[in-house]
């Protein structure tokens, strides 16, 4: 599924259409269940008439052979239609999953703007499993629609009265029941939507658990995420009152009509237009129908909750991209000279900058936004407004931008740690040299983490480098995970290296040791530190100053903060 102009709609479609063979398999052997549960009733009814009213034991030995081979059929043909339904209903689930994930994923990015991260996994977890439930309710509808028909062809050879009530009186039912799903459907919109914005809260809340606590502000975030839980029970709990308001209004419905079939059935048989028999099997008939109508109410009920879900899935599928154009793969051997010209975005005010080949150079700011306007420039997450930035004198803009990021990393400082080893966190899964749970890691990996002093936190820990750093890295301190998050930065090993902040929250020994180390790891090739930290800008080539979104001033750390008040303000102060 692609970007561009796509609806609830089309979502819907493509679910389906992806699981046509196993709709239509499951479809066939539950017409078959259908088609044997209304012949129940009616083989009853001619037992009556033909067996037990006539006392003729054979015949009773036949039609009783006849429904136990006829209760086989219809419970192996439900079995496999449900199987078959059920696993189309997960297979687009899955596959919507896939889609979305791989949008979210994509390097051009855009979809995670204006979004909480827990927003983005509810819409590919619950949207997705109830469009993919679309499938098993089409399933199901279309075995309801075959168990109508049946009965209905059923009941006009018993009676034409009963017959014309049935198929005159469903399309009805159907109708209203279309009606009375509206108002679910959008509740049920609304119940996703704030059920989406508290996941996000909720997971933003854990994610900065120690910052909180740090701050004193836990009663705040508590305070805050009350409010955004109890907003979105008040939109479940009225998307249940909707469901349920449907369903009963649906059932009552349905309930009349089956009465009213069993009471006409009844006057035929009083006066005499129905023998025993057939009045058995038509009062038999109108209590299968229910079954086959309360499905028609409960897929109602899905198909109403599954559009308002695929609304949500098209959404974000649909998003422009944050970065457009760029398909020319980067030149090999990259030199990695950056160069920038007039850029402007955010705290840049056309911006002319030269970041030289296979220098460490120190970038330090004024302004705080300066730095990540500059960081979202050169990782190429944001094109910039105007001005232009280039890569060995080609424009970003030109490339790729995959494979851009594959020769410039932007290392940010906040950046997250997956749940698994230590090793695992460091070393890319397809150049792990041994399992991350147990072994010697390689020697770029051991280089890497003993320039990011991250060796030091693998031997602080019970298992070393195989110990579990639990999700987002949680059971490690903060200046730990900053150690990991350099380690894994210097041992990608790209041919420019951006990296923002990286010893916020390390000691000043510790900072000054992987300062050196980074210095030597990175040796000949191209290295920005964006930082204000003394220790890092003082192992720099050259250090250049960002002043009110332009460059400020350029030299050393040392000439600089001997001559440039505004440096030793920045850096210094």
């Not at 079939?261 to 028999?277: D, E, K, P, Q, Y």
């Not at 005010?349 to 460490?360: F, M, S, Y």
Request: glycine fraction near 12%; charged fraction near 20%.
């Amino acid at each position: 599924m692609g970007a561009g102009e796509l609806s609830g709609r089309d979502v819907l479609a493509r679910s389906v259409k992806g699981q046509r063979r196993r709709l239509a398999l499951g479809s066939a052997l539950g017409c078959v269940h259908q088609l044997g549960e209304a012949l129940v009733p009616v083989l009853i009814g001619v037992v009556i008439d033909q067996a037990v009213a006539g006392q003729d034991a054979g015949r009773l030995a036949l039609w009783l052979g006849v429904l136990a081979v006829l209760y086989v059929t219809l419970s192996w043909s439900f079995r496999l239609g449900a199987k078959a339904g059920e696993r189309g209903a997960e297979e687009a689930a899955h596959t919507l999953r896939l889609a979305i994930v791989g949008r979210v994923l994509d390097a051009r990015g855009g979809a995670e703007e204006g979004r909480l991260p827990g927003e983005l996994a509810n819409v590919a977890t619950e949207d997705a499993k109830r469009v993919g439930a679309v499938n098993m309710a089409l399933m199901a509808g279309i075995w309801a629609v075959a168990g109508v028909a049946v009965s209905a062809v059923a009941l006009l050879l018993t009676s034409v009265t009963l017959g014309l009530i049935v198929l005159l009186g469903t399309p009805v039912l159907l109708w209203l029941g279309h009606l009375l799903s509206k108002p679910l459907e959008r509740r049920s919109e609304a119940e996703q939507d704030r059920a989406a914005h508290a996941s996000g809260v909720a997971a933003d809340l854990v994610a900065g658990l120690r910052v909180l606590k740090g701050l004193g502000a836990q009663q705040a975030a508590v305070e805050r995420y009350r409010r955004t839980s109890r907003i979105s029970l008040a939109a479940t709990l009225r998307s249940a009152r909707a469901e349920s308001w449907q369903t009963g209004l649906v059932l009552a419905l349905t309930g009349g009509f089956i009465a009213l079939i069993a009471l006409v059935g009844g006057r035929l048989a009083l006066n005499g237009s129905l023998t025993l028999g057939q009045l058995v099997s038509a009062v038999g008939l109108a209590l299968f129908l229910l079954g086959p109508l309360e499905t028609f109410a409960w897929v109602n009920a899905e198909l109403a909750q599954g559009r308002a879900s695929a609304a949500r899935v098209a959404e974000v599928l649909a998003i422009g991209p944050a970065v457009v154009g760029g398909v020319d793969p980067v030149a090999e051997p990259v030199r990695g000279e950056l160069r920038l010209r007039g850029v402007r975005l955010g705290g840049l005010d056309g911006l002319d900058l030269d970041l030289p080949v296979g220098q460490l150079t120190g970038i330090a700011v004024t302004d705080p936004a300066g730095a990540e306007a500059l960081l979202r420039c050169l990782g190429r997450e944001t094109d910039p407004e105007s001005g232009s930035v280039e890569l060995d004198g080609v424009p970003l803009t030109r490339l790729d931008p995959a494979g851009l990021r594959a020769a410039v990393l932007v290392a940010a400082h906040d950046a997250a740690l997956f749940e698994g080893s230590l090793a695992a966190n460091v070393t890319p899964e397809e150049e792990w040299g041994v399992p991350p749970e147990g072994g010697e890691p390689d020697l770029r990996t051991e280089l890497a983490m003993a320039a990011a002093r991250a060796d030091e936190v693998a031997d602080s820990l019970p298992h070393g480098i195989a110990t579990s750093v639990g999700e987002g890295g949680r059971s490690l301190s903060g200046g730990q995970r900053q150690r990991v998050l350099l380690a894994r930065a210097l041992r990608a090993g790209p041919p420019v290296l951006v990296v923002h902040d990286p010893t916020t929250a390390v000691d000043t020994v510790t900072e000054a040791r992987i300062a050196d180390g980074l210095r030597e790891f990175r040796q000949g090739r191209t290295t920005i530190v964006v930082t204000n930290s003394p220790a890092l800008l003082a192992v720099t080539d050259h250090v250049i100053l960002l002043d009110a979104g332009r460059v400020g001033a350029e030299g050393t750390h040392a000439d600089l903060v001997r001559t440039d008040a505004t440096y030793r303000t920045a850096v210094l102060a």
